[in-house]
């Protein structure tokens, strides 16, 4: 049987402006988050701590803060908390 009414949506694909609020603030907590890690990670440089794990005072890897120049512990130390 034919209809001539178009499909609806799926639910899933409906977004709330509860949605859009949540996902911005997610977003938006998000760059926080990273534009602190990296304000930290220039205050070790301006202290000549850049590269020396903040809790074991160990070196990170330079292959390892290529990835992510903001790392603030080695590999071991993130692993362990
Ligand atoms: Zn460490």
Do not use: W, Y
């Amino acid at each position: 049987m034919k209809t001539d009414i178009a499909p609806s949506a799926p639910d899933c694909l409906l977004l709330t402006q509860a949605d859009v609020v949540s996902t911005r603030r997610h977003d938006l907590l998000e760059r926080n988050r990273l534009l602190a890690r990296i304000e930290a990670a220039l205050a070790r440089m301006e202290h000549g701590r850049f590269g020396v794990c903040t809790q074991c005072h160990g070196p990170i890897p330079m292959q390892i803060l290529e990835a992510d120049p903001a790392l603030a512990r080695c590999p071991d130390c993130r692993n362990v908390c």
